[in-house]
């Protein structure tokens, strides 16, 4: 099974930060990665797919790269309603595989 | 616009079978584009898979729940269901339905349900 890491386990910034978040797979998985947003009582929502595709509706200021094993989240100029927890989630191959959680706290 | 909805008891007990049911609305759940899932998070820890299944039936689990779960799909109520047998007090957690876009990660969630194992 493909195990997912993330980096940091929390974070805190301030408003207008430049913040990433790593995330590494224990194998490649091509760029197989997902990033979600999950704030506090709600369902995760996702954000990029494919490790750098940016869904319908997401702001711009939100991207991701990576390919193979090791994959980063960022976020170029924090908003308040980006303090949330964050996620990424490997589609390669099953049993799919989340990372623990990155909490994005306001400093 | 897409929406799914998961139903079913808040409290099941220990050794007995938990049954969850996701409704889709504003879509069809025999799209040939998509896989249906179930993910699952216990309180303040982190998101589990569960399993998927696809229109057709056909179906993969997460090995870790396998022997304790069946996953089925009534295309003509647009639902799929979760049933986890021999539940513990492990199994609480808020059980999310979600499409799967073709191995482009969970694109719509249901709401989410609490369901708590206790006697």
């Known amino acids: 099974d493909i195990q997912m890491t993330q980096s940091p386990s929390s974070l805190s910034a301030s408003v207008g930060d430049r913040v990433t978040i790593t995330c590494r797979a224990s194998?490649?998985?091509?760029?197989?990665l997902n990033w979600y947003q999950q704030k506090p009582g709600k369902a995760p929502n996702l954000l990029i797919s494919?490790?750098?595709s940016l869904q319908s509706g997401v702001p711009s200021r939100f991207s991701g790269s990576g390919s193979g094993t090791e994959f980063t989240l960022t976020i170029s100029s924090l908003q308040p309603e980006d303090f949330a927890t964050y996620y990424c989630q490997q589609s390669y191959s099953t049993p799919y595989a989340f990372g623990q959680g990155t909490k994005l706290e306001i400093k | 616009q897409l929406q799914l909805q998961e139903s079913g008891p808040g409290l099941v007990k220990p050794s007995e079978t938990l049954l969850l049911t996701c409704t889709v609305s504003?879509?069809?759940?025999?799209?040939?584009?998509?896989?249906w899932g179930w993910i699952r998070q216990p309180p303040g820890k982190g998101l589990e898979w569960i399993g998927s299944?696809?229109?057709?039936?056909?179906?993969y689990y997460n090995p870790s729940l396998k022997s304790r779960l069946t996953i089925h799909i009534e295309t003509s109520k647009n639902q799929f269901s979760l049933h986890l047998n021999s539940v513990t007090a492990a199994d609480t957690a808020v059980y999310y339905c979600a499409r799967e876009n073709d191995s482009r990660g969970f694109d719509h969630w249901g709401q989410g349900t609490l369901v708590t194992v206790s006697s």
């Open positions: 504003g879509g069809s759940i025999s799209s040939t584009s998509y896989y």
């Open positions: 494919g490790a750098y």
């Open positions: 299944i696809y229109y057709s039936g056909s179906t």
């Open positions: 194998q490649s998985i091509s760029r197989y």
